[in-house]
């Protein structure tokens, strides 16, 4: 039997004799070609020169100059040849690079293969009996074979893998220049959407001039993974889209108005159908975040650059806010854009959001993304980071749910319905306004807002404590020094520092700010004054 190593063994070396052969014969046509021309250079002067010899001579009548011979400089065969021998030359290098290049799919396919044989086999594990399991756990296998006859016939040909794709552009700055970057993200999954292959690949946004639209990139990153999922042998695909628009393209439901988006929903058509299923499915942005990141990664890899240290190499990039060449490490990375800043002008942004009692959002123009909490602790003090949690959690409850615990030493925010879910668990009668604390544990009445009061109700508490605690003593005077106002719906305090009398409070209530009247569809009813000629002017 022959040994298929030392077949591609043989080959590669006939290959390297016929180039060698292909490469003495080009030299041996290039030297000849010159010898030919050095001899009809010769011949053209004997010629000329005889010519001049045999002309008689006239003294009225000067002969023109003879015309200097004929001296190719850049002979076009010359040329020819030389790119001959250089293709000759390169020859055996991509020769080499497509071999290891077949090799590399080859290993991946069986790895991808193999993956979804040890996950459905893993599935099929779990779900034995215990009994079954017992008894026969020891002898249950079920090994991986690559000649066929089993687990590769039921893997990538018969397996309905899940494509992702994200095709991005961004406006970045690289060394105080803002460029137009794009990024395509590929992730292959299997039908219990565990990853089992990712690619990353820079995307060319520049187009006769002018940059890709989202659109484009969108498709480019789809026929992308398309290619990919061709290449691993795969057979049948469901490849999903957060786009409903470039949904309706490729679903074949609305035809694409602009002729270059046009062409890539027609190249998008003709990758489905090489395979046996391909169909497309519309999904949640959420759904499809990992994939947004290997998008953005391959961004973040065209925009940084290696600088030679003391210690070594290391990589840069341009903050877009401070326009500084800042080390990747001291780089933040916001969480669901992934836009870049660095750490330093972080802590800046998020800092004076705090001081204005606004949650942080991504400073990137036109970005909505939130700063996660949990990475505040990268650039922000302990008790920073405390205050923006608050702010967060006050942020994500209305302000007609939101509860303080009564306790000065506590007064930790809740909302009514989980201050009232966790009360039920400590078996307090649902007919009761006792409350219990989420944070201290303690209990508090939820009707007056005070520490719970036993075996009182909340009219015999008011009467005996008439005379509220110091810190409400101190809030009262100050209110009644600064004019301030209580909401009777929410029991907030509102002040008027300009404007008319018509107050809105944020819970929604509206009153009037001179005796506390309410306002029923947007009209007063008291006859106190609209407006107080002072905060008038004053605005």
Not at 32 to 39: E, I, K
Not at 346 to 353: R, S
Not at 375 to 387: G, M, R, T, W
Not at 482 to 501: D, F, I, P, S, Y
Request: overall charge negative.
């Amino acid at each position: 039997m022959e040994d298929p190593i030392m077949d591609d063994r043989r080959d590669a070396e006939d290959l390297q004799a016929i180039l060698a052969e292909q490469r003495r014969e080009l030299l041996a046509v290039r030297t000849l070609d010159s010898d030919l021309d050095m001899a009809f250079n010769l011949q053209m002067k004997e010629a000329l020169t005889a010519s001049l010899a045999l002309q008689p001579s006239s003294s009225t009548q000067q002969s023109p100059p003879p015309s200097p011979p004929y001296e190719p400089s850049d002979d076009l065969l010359d040329l020819a040849a030389a790119f001959m021998l250089e293709d000759v030359e390169r020859f055996p290098q991509e020769y080499e690079d497509h071999e290891r290049s077949v090799l590399e799919v080859k290993k991946l396919k069986t790895d991808l293969d193999r993956r979804i044989h040890d996950q459905k086999f893993a599935i099929e594990v779990r779900d034995l009996p215990e009994s079954y399991w017992s008894e026969y756990g020891d002898e249950y296998e079920r090994p991986y074979c690559t000649d066929g006859s089993s687990s590769s016939k039921d893997g990538l040909q018969t397996e309905c893998l899940r494509l992702y794709c994200k095709g991005l552009i961004s406006e970045e700055v690289v060394k105080n220049v803002k460029v137009a970057m794009g990024g395509i993200g590929v992730a292959i999954c299997d039908p219990r959407d565990n990853l089992i292959f990712e690619a990353k690949k820079n995307l060319e946004v520049l187009i006769d001039g002018e940059i890709m639209s989202n659109e484009a990139a969108e498709l480019e990153a789809l026929c992308e993974g398309l290619n990919k999922a061709l290449t691993l042998d795969l057979k049948n695909i469901t490849f999903f889209i957060d786009d409903n628009k470039l949904y309706q393209y490729v679903a074949d439901k609305v035809i694409p108005g602009n002729s270059k988006i046009a062409t890539l929903v027609n190249q998008v058509a003709l990758l489905q159908r090489k395979f046996e299923s391909c169909s497309p499915s519309l999904v949640a942005p959420s759904e499809i975040k990992f994939v947004f990141k290997f998008a953005r990664d391959a961004i973040v890899s065209q925009i940084s650059w290696s600088v030679k240290t003391l210690n070594g190499k290391s990589f840069k990039e341009t903050c877009a806010i401070c326009f500084e060449e800042t080390d990747v490490a001291r780089m933040f990375s916001i969480d669901g854009c992934l836009h870049r800043y660095c750490i330093s002008c972080m802590k800046k942004h998020v800092e004076v959001k705090l001081l204005g009692g606004m949650v942080a959002q991504c400073p990137h123009e036109a970005c909505n993304s939130e700063v996660n909490i949990d990475s505040y602790e990268q650039f922000l003090a302990p008790n920073l980071v405390a205050v923006m949690s608050q702010r967060i959690k006050e942020s994500s409850i209305p302000v007609t749910e939101r509860v303080y615990c009564p306790y000065p030493k506590c007064s930790a925010l809740m909302s009514k319905k989980e201050v009232f879910e966790y009360t039920k668990t400590s078996y307090v009668s649902a007919e009761s306004a006792a409350r219990k604390c989420m944070k201290c544990h303690y209990y508090f009445c939820f009707d007056c807002m005070v520490p719970w009061h036993y075996k009182m109700s909340c009219e015999e508490y008011k009467q005996s404590h008439p005379f509220p605690l110091k810190e409400d003593q101190l809030l009262n005077s100050l209110a009644t020094t600064k004019q301030w106002r209580n909401c009777k719906k929410c029991n907030h305090m509102v002040e008027l520092a300009e404007g008319c009398n018509h107050i809105t409070c944020r819970c929604g209530y509206e009153f009037c700010y001179t005796c506390g009247a309410e306002w029923k569809n947007k009209k007063p009813t008291c006859s106190c004054p609209l407006w107080d000629e002072r905060r008038i002017y004053n605005t």
